[in-house]
């Protein structure tokens, strides 16, 4: 289950089981507080909303007719989040680091191509279901090992950056290892 | 499900409950629910719920249950429990509503207890709460034919459910018999409640309590006799155990326990011949609710008992007692020879005459001077006074207020028992008045003398012996008996003992005092209660005389007395054998209501000081002859504590007889006295 999930998931059975137990001593004529009950209701229904609510905002053409298509619906929302965290997270990186080169034109040039990569990431994060798959490590680490890939031994991984993400790859490919210099925020 | 449950209550909860249940899945698959829906729903359940459990309670009131499941079974149950409370109140209702019928009323009585605790039983296992043990058997209106017709082995089944679950009711059923049953009695008024049934109760524990107390008045009225002093202690002591014991089991606020047996004029005869094992339920039954009861009866041989009705009793006598008196009396004929004799009676009569000394002891008023004021009516009224006139007027007279007297609560009491025969000389009463007034005065005169000259315990004997001698010629076996008891070692009192201040003295110490004549001895007839009256003598006695029966079989001489000398005694045993064969055939008996109209002066005896002090109580058993002139003649000692034989002999020479008349001519008439001498702490 995905860790997003999982608190909304555990509140949600909780309530559903004391509900469960509390309907069950009703049906056997068993003393119960209808107050609690409703209580317990009350909860088990907020936290369906939140679930529902999140599926929706993740898969909002997502369907589901039980708990274990929900379960599945729910495993693949949590992919899908993993995925766009990874891609937010490097278009950060890439918004914080610094371009130098001896050459003003080829800082400019190197700096759109960076823009470019930025607004390739957020949109592949914004759209709908499973982004591409971006390979190599997480972003504080990602524009150096980008930068170290080679033909061919790297042809896996620069073909599935190619494929998924054409602006980021052509930055990396212009990007010289020592022309990026990651910006250390000055506590003011 | 239940009949005593609406139909709808169950369902009506299941279908409360199923938009919540249906919410349940939902929200489980994290659908959207209608919470406000559900929470609606959810008030409703609650509500089928809260009727539901109070219909079960209503019907099971400690029921508990965990799930739906044995909720379920529960609500299958009750129906059957329903049914089953109905079957019981059904036959509690019906049981109720019929009678039993028995020719004797201690089997209604006893068959009724057993229904009412059968009844209780019934509706204890009908009430809500408890599981009902299941009732084999019919329907209620023919549940008792059902349950009486039942048969070991063949039903053995039955009979051990019936055991099992209600003990009570298979004890009643088992004691009732199918034509002692009788249904829907009382114009078919079934008793609806227990509140109907109190009065039958209350009545039944009424008709007990007065089964005891008449056990009571009639152990009370009776005597023992045995020819050891120490027995009759023994007896009586266990008697008046008895006697408290009933009047504590009558008076006790639990209710008295069944008394088993007849009714108390025959009870002594009935629980004497009881057996073991044949009689064991009786005797266990007896053993566990009278515990000294059963001791004194177990104690007691038939003979031993001499019943003495009270007076005051108000029973009439019955058929088949009176068929035993006849009886009796044709045997008395028998043995004695004088079945031609006119004045044998066709009813002894036993007078009682009474003087209580004290309202602290039985609550009995001061009469002085009963016996006399009683003989003296008699003589007025030229007539034998019938038994039960006499009864009459002696009651009243011991109702009469006295003056009281304080300080002095000892009481002696005696019974007279004579032979059979009526009253003769009832044409001459103005001369035996004159005859008796002229023996009293010489044999005042005697006494005088005899006070006036103190002497040893054997010139008691001597004048005793010299005594009798001079009056009707007494045998040697008289003699034996008052010189024997001297030869014993016992300490015979003088008549210089015999002093005023000695009547004073015991008149001062708590002791009560009583002598008494049995009514028959020899075959252990009952005496025949007649009357009782109080008197006063001397302010400290309570006399008691008993007239009745013919044939006197002479006890065994006491211990003491046949340790006498050889010289004297050596053919006591033959001679009193002897004798009274000799005094039976020269001497008339006199009969009961002639003995009753002779008696003139009752003399109480002292309590000899040693006996008191040594805590010696018993009766003395003297065998008198009246003389011609009323007094007594001689006085043979029959049986007794050596220590109390002669107080005994002493105080049965005082009393005055008119004398006794058989064909116009007076004559020397034979009679027994039994003088019981009883402490009693005040």
Known sequence: ?188 | MSSLLPPDALASLDDSLSLPFASLEALKAVKSVDVEGIIKQLSVAAESNRNLRSLVASVLPEAAWQSREELDALLAEIPNISAARSRLLGLAMELESGSIVHRRAVRVEELNQLRQQAIIELRSQAELGKQPSVLPGPEADHWIEWACGLKEPEDAASLQALRTGFAILDDFVANLEPGMWVAKTGAGAPLSNGAELGNPAQDVREQLRHRLLALARELESGNILHHRALRVNQLNRLREEAISELRSRAESEAGSPTLPGPEADQWIKWACGLREPEDAEALATLRDSFAHLDDFVANLELDMWVAGKSPLAEAPPQREKSVDKVSSQKQRRAKTGNSDDPGLSSSPITATLKAATSTEQGGESRVPNVPDRLAQSMIESKTLTPSHELASRAKDEAQRPASPETGTTPAISFEITTGVGDARGKKWWMVIAIAAFAVLTAYGAIEWSSHRNPTLPAKVAENDLTHSSANQGLDQSEMSSDSGTHAAGQPLLTRSEFRPQDRGVVRTVPTTLSASQAGTQGGGAMSQPAIRASNDVAGVYKATASLGGATQTPGPVPSGLQNTPPNNTTSVLKDNSAAQSTLAAQKPRISAGGAQGLVIRPVAPLYPASARQAHIEGTVVLQAVIGKDGNVQTVRVVSGHPMLIQAAVNAAKQWHFNPYYQDGEPVEADTQINVNFTLQAD
């Open chain 1, 1 to 188: 289950m995905s860790t997003m999930c999982q608190p909304i998931c555990t509140s949600l059975d909780n309530s559903l089981a004391l509900l469960s137990d509390s309907l069950g001593k009703l049906k056997a004529a068993q003393s119960v507080d209808v107050k609690e009950v409703s209580n317990q209701l009350a909860m088990a229904a907020e936290a369906v909303g939140s679930l529902r609510s999140l599926v929706t905002s993740v898969l909002p053409e997502a369907t589901w007719q039980n708990r274990e298509d929900l379960d599945a619906l729910l495993g693949q929302i949590d992919r899908i989040m993993g995925a766009r965290s990874r891609l937010l997270t490097l278009a950060t990186e890439l918004q914080r680091g610094m371009i130098v080169h001896r050459r003003a034109v080829r800082v400019t040039q190197m700096d759109q191509l960076r823009e470019q990569a930025i607004n390739e990431l957020q949109a592949q994060a914004k759209a709908a279901g499973l982004p591409p798959t971006l390979p190599g490590p997480e972003a504080d680490r990602w524009i150096e090992w980008a930068c170290a890939l080679k033909e061919p031994e790297d042809a896996e991984a620069l073909q599935t950056l190619r494929n998924g993400f054409v602006h980021l790859d052509t930055f990396v490919a212009n990007l010289e290892p020592h022309m990026w210099v990651v910006k250390v925020t000055t506590p003011v």
